[in-house]
């Protein structure tokens, strides 16, 4: 692979360039020119819908155990609802409503135990998912970082985008607002699993939402439409090697420092935060910068997007 260099990133520069407790983040050509972060990706969590016809409900509920949820409504009709929850056998779970002619009734979420399993999954469950009509509406795509959580940002899609931020997570967006198309999370997986083997704890996570007339489903994956909102995210792995490290801006309350204005931002509800100390000019040239230091998560999805789905594989007895 040929690094492109970004002046205003540390991508294409020679290693040498990085300090040596640093050096661990990058991988390196062989030409010792850092390529890419070291990240690796997978999905987390997949949602999908379906619309069941009776003997379709009646097959679900004779194959598991389930327990029965009632919603009484305004005008005295109990909604019933089967509830599946296969979490600690397969990482499935499964809501099922009684049949109406043409409404969707039925949602199953794959959660990370099923979609991690990259040696196959239970062909039970795989048969469901393959016998009926189920359409995806979310799929959450995580890259993970050997970079620490507090070295690294993202830039929301939206200045105004609410935003919950803790000491080691942040999350965008509302899941229950299914007409915005992707929500985002940061977190330190470290400090949600302290049992975690892995030195790769730096995860930003793309949870995209998607419309039954996307038509997206396992049998007719569309990459490009990932991969193009997946171009829309904006997250620097370390600051420390990013156009914004050691700058100053002159703001409407003096001097700061583009690191410290970009943490500050962390924290706070929204980025309007950092907006209002900006000028017009100084925002614009603010997201340029932060758009040309922003990992490719697009191209890495792209190059794994054939081993990722394996969770779909048949477990072998």
């Not at 390196?28 to 999908?48: G, P, Q």
């Not at 979609?115 to 048969?127: A, C, E, F, W």
């Not at 000028?279 to 758009?291: A, E, L, N, P």
Request: charged content about 30%.
């Amino acid at each position: 692979m040929v690094a492109v260099i970004n002046k205003k990133a540390v991508i294409g520069k020679s290693i040498s360039f990085i300090s040596n407790r640093h050096k661990p983040y990058f991988e390196v050509d062989e030409n010792n020119a850092i390529t890419s972060y070291k990240r690796s990706i997978c999905i987390d969590r997949v949602e999908l819908k379906v619309r069941l016809a009776e003997e379709d409900i009646e097959e679900f509920t004779s194959m598991f155990r389930y327990h029965i949820e009632h919603d009484l409504k305004p005008n005295g009709y109990n909604l019933i609802t089967y509830v599946m929850d296969l979490s600690e056998q397969f990482g499935v779970y499964i809501k099922i409503q009684p049949f109406i002619k043409s409404k969707v009734n039925a949602v199953i979420q794959l959660q990370s135990k099923f979609t991690n399993n990259l040696q196959g999954n239970s062909p039970y469950i795989l048969d469901l998912l393959n016998r009926h009509k189920w359409f995806i509406t979310r799929l959450d795509v995580a890259f993970d970082y050997k970079t620490p959580f507090n070295t690294s940002a993202y830039l929301r899609r939206h200045g105004g985008q609410k935003q919950k931020n803790y000491d080691t997570s942040s999350w965008a967006g509302s899941m229950r607002n299914y007409k915005r198309t992707a929500n985002d999370s940061h977190y330190d997986r470290k400090a949600e699993n302290e049992s975690l083997d892995s030195r790769y704890t730096n995860r930003f996570e793309v949870k995209l939402n998607f419309l039954e007339s996307d038509n997206m489903t396992f049998s007719n994956l569309n990459h490009s439409l990932i991969a193009n909102r997946l171009r829309a995210e904006m997250f620097i792995p370390c600051l420390k090697y990013s156009y914004f490290y050691e700058r100053k801006v002159k703001t409407n309350r003096g001097q700061k420092g583009f690191i410290d204005l970009i943490k500050r931002s962390k924290k706070v509800e929204n980025e309007n935060y950092v907006k209002l100390l900006l000028s017009d000019s100084q925002w614009k040239t603010f997201r340029k910068h932060f758009k040309a230091c922003r990992d490719d998560i697009e191209d890495w999805y792209l190059q794994n997007s054939h081993v990722i789905y394996d969770f779909l594989l048949r477990k072998e007895n």
